[in-house]
Structure formats: structure tokens, C-alpha cells
Nanobody, 124 residues
Framework: QVLLVESGGGLVQAGGSLRLSCAAS????????MGWFRQAPGQEREFVVG????????YYVDSVKGRFTISRDNAKNTVYLQMNSLKPEDTAVYYC?????????????????WGQGTQVTVSS
């Protein structure tokens, strides 16, 4: 069982930055591939970025490449999402997710554990 808790969301102007954190419980965090998803009102939950259990490989959706950076600290059981150059279209609830596998899946139904989400709002 893994409990995930996101933090760091908020309201920011376009062009600004936010850093999301996802703290995980359990001693086996380093075994889990992690992903960040987002869901805007009326839209499906979409994959944003994933990271392998070692942290050596990352995978980004095209719309955030060059602006968002995922990282993880397995000693702290935490994964981070640094979001720069934010745009109004980045507004959504952001979720972290975990699965006991090597490569991070890119579809929501492949993840086993989810956080409660954190709201990110980017004003124009």
C-alpha cells in the first residue's frame, strides 16, 4: 500500500512558476515508477510526465517539454514537478500516481495508487 500526498499548487500568473511535491508513504517507494497527471474541468485526466523508479529516465507530453521538469528523491520518498513558464492552459488539478514497475505508464488506468490532487490555476 502506498499513500500519496500532493502539495504546492496555487494561483500564479502566466509566465510564473510552481513546484509541486508528492510525498509517498512506505519503504518501497524506490520500486515505483511515478507519474503526474492533470485534469481540467470537463476534460479527461491526461498524462503530463513520468519518471522511472531509478529516476534516470523521464517522459514528457509534448505540451510541457522544456517547461516542466520531474525529479525524485528516493531517500525522501518524494517526487517533484517543477513547472516554469506556466500558461493558462496548464490550469488543472494535478495528481501524482504510482505503480510498482520500471517504466512509468502513460495512461491513467495503468496506475495503482493516486494522490488526492492539488489545484493549479494560471491567470492570464
Amino acid at each position: 500500500q502506498v499513500l500519496l500526498v500532493e502539495s504546492g499548487g496555487g494561483l500564479v500568473q502566466a509566465g510564473g512558476s510552481l513546484r509541486l511535491s508528492c510525498a509517498a508513504s512506505g519503504r518501497t517507494f524506490s520500486r515505483y515508477a511515478m507519474g503526474w497527471f492533470r485534469q481540467a474541468p470537463g476534460q479527461e485526466r491526461e498524462f503530463v510526465v513520468g519518471i522511472t523508479f531509478t529516476g534516470r529516465s523521464t517522459y514528457y507530453v509534448d505540451s510541457v517539454k522544456g517547461r516542466f521538469t520531474i525529479s525524485r528523491d528516493n531517500a525522501k520518498n518524494t517526487v517533484y514537478l517543477q513547472m516554469n513558464s506556466l500558461k493558462p492552459e496548464d490550469t488543472a488539478v494535478y495528481y501524482c500516481a504510482a505503480r510498482d514497475t520500471i517504466l512509468p505508464p502513460t495512461t491513467a488506468d495503468e496506475y495503482v495508487y493516486w494522490g488526492q490532487g492539488t489545484q493549479v490555476t494560471v491567470s492570464s
